[in-house]
T-cell receptor, first 118, second 112 residues
Framework: DAGVTQSPTHLIKTRGQHVTLRCSPI?????VSWYQQVLGQGPQFIFQ???????GRGNFPDRFSARQFPNYSSELNVNALLLGDSALYLC?????????????????FGPGTRLTVL | KNQVEQSPQSLIILEGKNCTLQ??????????LRWYKQDTGRGPVSLTI?????NTKSNGRYTATLDADTKQSSLHITASQLSDSASYIC???????????FGTGTRLQVFP
């Protein structure tokens, strides 16, 4: 079975442009989360979607938006790009919402999309 | 404030040696703690997940410990290999939410 896939793998944009990143979860997984990882730091939570609804949002400006489709794939959109948006954007999928159980609900990460804003 | 802190920030060891990475967290209530391995430019890969009732869990040459009383965890790597060179990230979910709190990671370099 394929793992979490993300596209594109690399992307170069200029300030002010917008970008759309795509994620396909593991088959059967209904939850998708997005993370931003700036070089040298740990990932920061951006969004979580479950069953096509937003279930969580991190401390990111409104320039960041996302959605989940009926096939559970997801898109992350970033408008009016800034230099500081340069990062590795990670997508993770899980079968359930993390909060749905007191036991662990493992997330599987994709390889990421490396975004460079010039 | 819910935080996860790791030490050391970076570590250099020789192939075949052992090492221990540390993680302290303030996330409360606590449900579980995860250790991930992340190669440069790649997504994190899960090494182990520990619930509050577990003290030790092994995955091959990786052994994680958890002390829920002191809110500390460690990851011990035995007989290191060159392929162990990576960042190791400690992660704790925010209880009853879907948000993961990540540590900043320990960058491990194994030299021959």
């Amino acid at each position: 079975d394929a793992g979490v896939t993300q596209s594109p793998t690399h992307l170069i944009k200029t300030r002010g442009q917008h970008v759309t990143l795509r994620c396909s979860p593991i088959s059967g997984h209904k939850s998708v989360s997005w993370y931003q990882q700036v070089l040298g730091q740990g990932p920061q939570f951006i969004f979580q979607y479950y069953e096509k609804e937003e279930r969580g949002r991190g401390n990111f400006p409104d320039r960041f938006s996302a959605r989940q489709f009926p096939n559970y794939s997801s898109e992350l959109n970033v408008n009016a790009l800034l230099l500081g948006d340069s990062a590795l954007y990670l997508c993770a999928s899980s079968f359930k919402r993390l909060a749905a159980t007191r036991t662990y609900n493992e997330q599987f990460f994709g390889p990421g999309t490396r975004l460079t804003v010039l | 404030k819910n935080q996860v802190e790791q030490s050391p920030q970076s570590l250099i060891i020789l192939e075949g040696k052992n090492c221990t990475l540390q993680c302290n967290y303030t996330v409360s209530p606590f449900s579980n703690l995860r250790w991930y391995k992340q190669d440069t430019g790649r997504g994190p890969v899960s090494l182990t997940i520990m619930t509050f009732s577990e003290n030790t869990k092994s995955n091959g040459r990786y052994t994680a410990t958890l002390d829920a009383d002191t809110k500390q965890s460690s990851l011990h790597i035995t007989a290191s290999q060159l392929s162990d060179s990576a960042s190791y990230i400690c992660v704790v979910p925010l209880f009853n939410t879907d948000k993961l709190i990540f540590g900043t990671g320990t960058r491990l370099q194994v030299f021959p």
